[in-house]
Structure formats: structure tokens, C-alpha cells
């Protein structure tokens, strides 16, 4: 029978299938971070249980690290000091992968796993956090789980999962000057909805996939989750297996040709039947922006604020109530929307291709007056390298903020945080009511326009500038 | 886990759409190490104003619907982050069903892990339900898990689907590790097998 990327992956790691379909489904990666873990932990130790797998367990506190030059006299608020220690205990305790604060590769769990070799293809890697669906872009079934699952996935290197749809959503043709990955996937969640994906898989591909970088990649897959799906796939091809080759956990040698043979079987195979499919052309997406509440409230930079009236069903009221956090009229170009800050970074655009996106618009250029614009590397080692590259330099003299890894105000646990009604262009992944701090607005956007509204300070289209 | 057999209480109308995960829990209350004692931020941001006074009209402050043991919600709710704070603080403060059309998958699997019911009925039955719900405290629905129906206060009865493992899992309290625990053997079955196939995982 002809089968998915999906179905492939997950015959390969069923260890057990009861007769109503449940399956315990075995786990390669479980990645682990300090906000999801510690009632976990707890769990393990009042149950007199061990880790499972510590070799196939990684843990690095990400969330409520401080970005500040200054970190390392330590945390100040005491319940996210406490949260970090916890791990740090719980990593020493059960012997697991660990990558404390002061470590160089320390950084967004979601940027370490690929950037240290740990996510590979046809792996299956879990995390307590949602944004797991970024490692999909090396052909990994990845998703985040809740606590309780944290906590089984420890004590048995299993899930109790039952068998999502498939879904292929394919991107043809090129993108245009401009256009980049942020833009492919917040336009598909703008047409499939936040709910859209429900149920499914997606495996994204098409020539405007195959076209994108590991980085570009990581970021669509980054977002499946935004649209619904458990996760999102990319299929491996020479692109990840270049990047993946010589990482530090990568295999090597003999054991680098057998595995390179199987990964060569991680495709769709041609006449593979999907539950849905939905088709965008490459050429035909802009630069977009959202303009609500929800990750579904997306349009091109070039349209207007719509009206609750464009709305229907429960979509009317939520769009009311977002307008109205928003501080937004109907009708209001959204390329004239002033921003007060703008933030680069999080899981979704932390990477050094993003850091490179921001520098080329950026390059020369200043921070508009009264704006303040932070940017955040994804991990210590991006950090390191955009150093080395000059692109720090660019930042500082644009009159960026240049901080250490960490996720930073994608969520805010930290200190970095809009105020309330500070309105901000940022690259991450939710725009909710709260999400980059209390009353903030978000404006979700690409890295490559997030730096062109630092300069104009406010929302603009980035294919003026290049 | 407390065991869910059949729950007879009041419901809370909640039609807005997409309530998602930071809506539930804001993210500050996520530095806990414990899971309980939540319930007192459930909503936070929509329930008290920035000096944490109670805002009038949102409808768990509300007299009638205080003891709200059951909510009906608008489309994709609990979608966002895979947080079990958010069924953590619905449990905390009381909530032990959650009816919607639909529901986001982390935290639809999150809510069976404790004892939360979440169900999932076609539109025209959440909008009664949603109607039934609006009478406030006379409105006492019934949830019977065994049977897998609803009762609405006026007697109407609606049939449910809900997974049977899922089922059987919740209506014992039954705890999902030590199940797995009595399948280690075909778990190291596994584990020997994909260590010839794969050894470099």
C-alpha cells in the first residue's frame, strides 16, 4: 500500500497497538525545558520511577532566562530562579543532557535539538511545548505534549497516541523578492484557519518548499501547530542532509551511510492517498501581516483593517473584541499602523538566516525615533555566530538591542515585555490578547519586515526596501 | 486521578471563539512547580482588571455561574501552547466537562490526563446547549459519562462519542503510566529491534 512521510515514519515506531488502534508509539528525542518539567519530575520521584532513556533525553531552560548582557549574576524574579534551579536539580538527578544558562550552546530548546544534531530525520521527538512541530522540518514527527505526558514520555519512552489524517499542503512555483517562509506559513493558516488543521499531519512541499533553507524550513513547520495540525513535515532531501552532516550528535562513518539510506525512503510515495490537501502558488503570496488576536487574522501588508462585518458565525464577535484590543479601525491601511517596538527572535525566527534577513534591511540604516527594537539569537552559538559575521555590528549601530538566547518576549515569562498598549512588529508566533505582555498588541511579521518597520516605524512593505 | 462517572451541575456559556491557552492561564502563572492551586487565575485577564478587582460581567463572576462545573465554549478552544496549567487552573477551580464543537488536540489530550471531560458535538447542539447554559443557575445539565449523554435542564437528551480507552481510563481515575508500565515487555522488544534497524538513534 502506497504511504506518507507520516505513515512511514510512524510504522516505524509503533511498539505496541491495541485492537481499538491506540498505539504506544516510541519516542527518539524528548526535548525538555524548565515551565513544562518539574511537575513531571515530581511525578517520577513520588513514584520511586527513573528515566526511561536519560541518553535520549535533552533539557535546556529556554523561557524564563534573562536576555540582558548581565545574566550571569543571575535571575532576579524568584519563582523563575526557582524554575531554572529545579531543572538544573532534575538534569543532574536523573543524569540527562543538559545545557545549563552559562553554556554557550544554551538557547530556545527548539534551536538547540537541530543546531547540536539531536533532531534527525525520520525521528520521532517530543517536547512540553507546542512549537515541537519545528523539528518536522527535517522529516521528524514532532509535536508538543502536556505534563502528563512530559512525565510518561520520562518513565517510558512512550506515548499513547492514536494515528492523526493526512494532509499535504503544497506551495508551488517561486516566491518573489521579498516573500519569505514567516510569509508561506502565516498565508496558509490565514486560509486553512487556526482550526484548519485539526486531526491532521500536514507535510508541506511543493517547489517553494524544496526552495527554502533547514532555517526557512524550520520556521513553516514551526507554525503547524498555529494552524491546528498535531504537526508539520517537510520531506529530507541533499538540504538537510547537508546541514545535519558533522553536527555533534549526528552519526559518523559507517553508521552516516546506513542511516543516509534510510532517510532516502522518507518520502511520500507518488500515489499516497491524503484526507485534505490544499494548494497555494508561490507566486502569489505577499508579505504579510497580522492585523488580530488570533494567528488566522492574516493579510498582505498592501490591505486595510477589515470590518466585523466581513466576518461571519463567532468569527464577528472575536473580531470585535480583537479590534478593539487592537486599538484598530476598520479600514485603516495596515502599512499605516505606527509601531512602538519591534521584536526579532523565539523558535520561529532566532536562526542565523533570519539575524541575516534583518542585517540586509537594516544594513546602514537607523532605528526610527521612539522605537525600540530587540533583537533576541535563537541560541548562544547564533549569537557567536552572528558576531562573527558582523551582524551584530549592524544591529548596534541601527541602535538595536542585542541580547543573549533565550525565548525572550515571544511569551514574556521574562522581563521582556511590551507595556500595555505598546504596540509591536514581531517574529514570533502568536499574537493572543497578553501573549508579549499585558494589553500588548502584536503584529506577527517576517523578519525581513519587522526590520523594515524598525526603520519606518510602522508596519511597511518590505519589497520597497530591496 | 479522581474518577468521571456522571457529573450533574451548572454550565457556563462561553461563545467567544478561539479561547486559547494564554486566555486561560496567563503566562506568569506558568513559574509554578505545583499543579494545583491555579483555579484562582483561571481567565486572569479577562476576569480581573490590573488592580485584581473582579470584572463584572465576565461570566464566571457572575452570582448564577460561580460554581460552574461545566463550560460550553465557542469553536477551538484551549487552542495555543501545550500547557497543562490550563486544564490544571479549570480543574482547580471546579470545571470537570468542557463542551465545544471543537477542540485544540494538546489540549484536548491534556484535559483526559486530568479528569476533565472535553466533548465535542456538532454546532446546532453546542448552540442549545449554549441557550440551555444561559438560564444560569436553574440550568443544571447532566453529564453521564457511562451512558454518553447529555441531559439539558429541560430533559432533552444528546448522545456523545468519546474514545474508549480515553473512557474506560477516566471512568476508573486510571493512571496512564502504570498501564504503560505492563506493556514494558513489547516495549523492549521494540527497543532491541530499533537498535539493529537504527543504532545511530
Redesign the interface.
Known amino acids: 500500500m502506497p504511504k506518507t512521510l507520516y505513515d512511514k515514519i510512524w510504522d516505524a515506531h509503533v511498539a505496541d497497538e491495541a485492537e481499538d488502534g491506540t498505539c504506544l508509539l516510541y519516542i527518539d528525542r524528548h526535548l525538555v525545558h524548565e515551565v513544562t518539567s518539574p511537575q513531571a519530575f515530581e511525578g517520577l520521584r513520588m513514584a520511586g520511577r527513573q528515566v526511561h532513556a536519560p541518553d535520549k533525553t535533552i533539557a535546556v531552560p529556554d523561557h524564563n532566562v534573562p536576555t540582558t548582557l548581565d545574566r550571569a549574576k543571575g535571575i532576579d524574579n524568584e519563582e523563575s530562579r526557582i524554575q531554572v534551579d529545579a531543572l538544573d536539580q532534575n538534569a543532574r538527578d536523573f543524569a540527562i543532557h543538559y545545557y545549563p544558562v552559562d553554556d554557550i550552546r544554551q538557547g530556545i530548546v527548539h534551536i538547540v535539538g537541530p543546531e547540536q544534531g539531536w533532531t534527525l530525520p525520520g525521528m520521532t521527538v517530543v517536547c512540553g511545548d507546542s512549537h515541537t512541530a519545528t523539528h518536522g522540518a527535517f522529516g521528524a514527527l514532532a509535536h508538543g505534549i502536556g505534563t502528563s505526558e512530559v512525565e510518561h514520555v520520562l518513565a517510558t519512552q512512550t506515548l499513547i497516541q492514536k494515528k492523526s489524517k493526512n494532509m499535504k499542503v503544497e506551495i508551488t512555483g517561486k516566491l518573489n523578492p521579498g516573500v519569505t517562509a514567516k510569509d508561506i506559513t502565516l498565508a496558509v493558516i490565514g486560509k486553512t484557519g487556526t482550526a484548519g488543521g485539526t486531526g491532521y499531519v500536514i507535510e508541506y512541499c511543493g517547489e517553494a518548499i524544496r526552495d527554502l533553507s533547514m532555517e526557512g524550513r524550520m520556521t513553516v513547520c514551526n507554525m503547524a501547530i498555529e494552524g491546528g495540525a498535531r504537526a508539520g513535515l517537510i520531506a529530507p532531501d541533499e538540504t538537510t542532509f547537508a546541514y545535519v552532516k558533522g553536527r555533534p550528535h549526528a552519526p559518523k562513518g559507517a553508521q552516516w551511510d546506513a542511516a543516509l539510506a534510510w532517510w532516502k525512503t522518507l518520502h511520500s510515495d507518488d500515489d499516497a492517498q491524503w484526507d485534505k490537501v490544499i494548494t497555494l502558488k508561490g507566486e502569489e503570496i505577499e508579505p504579510v501581516v497580522t492585523w488580530g488576536t488570533s494567528p488566522e487574522d492574516v493579510l498582505p501588508i498592501s490591505g486595510v483593517v477589515p470590518s466585523p462585518s466581513d466576518f461571519t458565525g463567532g468569527k464577528v464577535e472575536a473580531v470585535k473584541r480583537a479590534l478593539d484590543y487592537m486599538g484598530l479601525k476598520p479600514g485603516t491601511p495596515l502599512s499605516d499602523i505606527p509601531v512602538d517596538a519591534v521584536f526579532v527572535g523565539s523558535c520561529t525566527n532566532g536562526r542565523i538566516e533570519d539575524l541575516r534577513e534583518v542585517a540586509k534591511i537594516l544594513k546602514g540604516k537607523k532605528v526610527a525615533e521612539g522605537v525600540r527594537m530587540m533583537i533576541v539569537p535563537g541560541s548562544g552559538l547564533v549569537r557567536e555566530q552572528a558576531e562573527e559575521e558582523g551582524l551584530a555590528d549592524i544591529f548596534k549601530q541601527a541602535g538595536a538591542d542585542w541580547r543573549l538566547a533565550g525565548c525572550s518576549m515571544c511569551l514574556a515569562m521574562n522581563p521582556d515585555q511590551l507595556a500595555p498598549e505598546e504596540r509591536c512588529a514581531s517574529t514570533s508566533n502568536r499574537n493572543f490578547e497578553g501573549r508579549q505582555g499585558y494589553k500588548g498588541r502584536t503584529h506577527l511579521v517576517s523578519p525581513a519586515m519587522a526590520a523594515a518597520a524598525a526603520i519606518t516605524g510602522h508596519l511597511t512593505d518590505v519589497r520597497e526596501m530591496i | 486521578m479522581d474518577k468521571f462517572e456522571k457529573l450533574t451541575g451548572i454550565a457556563a456559556p462561553m461563545?467567544?471563539?478561539?479561547i486559547?491557552t494564554?486566555?486561560i492561564i496567563?503566562?506568569?502563572f506558568?513559574?509554578?512547580?505545583?499543579?494545583s492551586g491555579l483555579g484562582v487565575n483561571l481567565f486572569d485577564?479577562m476576569r480581573y482588571d490590573?488592580e485584581g478587582n473582579e470584572i463584572a460581567d465576565f461570566v464566571l463572576n457572575k452570582p448564577q455561574y460561580r460554581n460552574a462545573e461545566i463550560l460550553i465554549a465557542?469553536?477551538?478552544f484551549g487552542?495555543?501552547?501545550?500547557?497543562?496549567h490550563a486544564?490544571w487552573a479549570l480543574a482547580d477551580f471546579g470545571i470537570k466537562a468542557v463542551i465545544s464543537t471543537?477542540?485544540?488536540?494538546?489540549f484536548f489530550?491534556?484535559c483526559f490526563?486530568?479528569g476533565i471531560l472535553p466533548i465535542v458535538l456538532p454546532r446546532e447542539q453546542v448552540d442549545l446547549l449554549m441557550s440551555d447554559a444561559e438560564k444560569g443557575q436553574n440550568a443544571r445539565m447532566t453529564v453521564d459519562l457511562e451512558a454518553q449523554v447529555i441531559t439539558t435542564s429541560d430533559g432533552a437528551e444528546i448522545p456523545f462519542e468519546v474514545?474508549?480507552?480515553r473512557k474506560h481510563c477516566l471512568l476508573n481515575g486510571l493512571d496512564?503510566?502504570g498501564l504503560?508500565?505492563e506493556?514494558?515487555a513489547?516495549?523492549d522488544?521494540?527497543?532491541a529491534k530499533?537498535a539493529q534497524?537504527?543504532?545511530?538513534?
Do not use: H, Q, Y
Request: charged share 35%.
Open positions: 461563545p467567544l471563539v478561539n486559547d494564554d486566555m496567563p503566562k506568569v506558568l513559574k509554578t512547580i505545583k499543579r485577564e490590573r465557542g469553536d477551538n487552542c495555543g501552547s501545550s500547557r497543562e486544564p471543537s477542540f485544540a488536540d494538546i489530550n491534556n490526563k486530568n474514545d474508549a480507552f496512564d503510566i504503560t508500565l506493556k514494558k513489547a516495549i522488544a521494540f527497543e530499533a534497524a537504527r543504532p545511530w538513534v
